[in-house]
């Protein structure tokens, strides 16, 4: 039972001095990753010569973890004019048809 309580403090000190050091007026930064809806996708990906596009599940582990290094990839490419972009197939099915929930992520 110590051991409990120690962690606890511990815990709750460490949520205290990160709430005393953090920014209330921070803002993550703005992703380069677009995300496609059903109004904007044809459009979008039409106009590019070459583009990127990622069929994700919001459940899915393996798209959970491709999440951060897609971002990483989109902010690399940007300057050479490839866009990456997103779509949930779980929400926008129209345009996820041939997506198979086994293939998710699918790019």
């Keep these: ?3 409990y ?3 606890v403090a511990i815990t709750a000190g460490i949520v ?6 953090s920014d209330p007026n921070w803002t993550p930064p703005k992703s380069e990753v677009l995300d496609l809806t059903t109004a904007d ?3 979008t990906v039409n106009k ?10 919001p459940w899915c582990g393996h798209c959970k973890k491709l999440k951060p290094e897609y971002e990483k990839a989109a902010q ?9 972009a997103t779509v949930d197939a779980t929400v926008k099915k129209e345009k ?12």
Excluded at 50 to 57: D, G, K, N, P, Q
Excluded at 76 to 84: F, S, T
Excluded at 96 to 107: F, R
């Design 1 to 3: 039972k110590q051991w």
């Design 5 to 7: 309580q120690r962690r």
């Design 16 to 21: 205290e001095k990160m709430k005393e050091l």
């Design 41 to 43: 996708f044809d459009e």
């Design 48 to 57: 590019q010569p070459i583009m990127l596009v990622e069929f994700f599940a």
């Design 76 to 84: 690399q490419l940007k300057p050479e004019g490839i866009p990456l």
């Design 96 to 107: 996820s048809t041939d997506c198979d929930s086994a293939l998710i992520p699918l790019l």
